[in-house]
């Protein structure tokens, strides 16, 4: 079953108040959307200019946007754990071949 296509003629503004209206904004919590939603419904820029209003920090990683909705500094940490890619088996095509 095909997914329903999200409406296209949403206000921009009641995207944004929606968005930052929720909880855990409020709460001074962490909200994440989507990159392709917010320059669809909203515009980068004006989202852009929304984060910066309200004094919060937007990192992007990947294809998402995250918004720490509270004033204070972010921390960047190391990673918890080495992250690598898994070896193929001794038994696979890739370490068969001796060409």
Same mark, same amino acid.
């Given at each position: 079953m095909k997914k329903p296509e999200k409406p296209t003629n949403l206000d921009p503004e009641k995207w944004l108040r929606d968005l930052f209206s929720a909880k855990t904004v409020g709460r001074g919590g962490v909200v994440h959307r989507p990159a392709r939603d917010v320059d669809r419904y909203a515009g980068r820029e004006a989202f852009l200019h929304e984060v910066r209003r309200r004094g919060f920090t937007l990192v992007?990683?990947?294809e998402q946007l995250v918004v720490f909705c509270n004033r204070d &500094? &972010?921390?960047l940490s190391r990673r918890a754990w080495p992250v690598t890619r898994p070896q193929p088996a001794m038994d696979s095509p890739v370490h068969r071949y001796r060409g």
């Open positions: 992007e990683n990947g &500094p &972010p921390k």
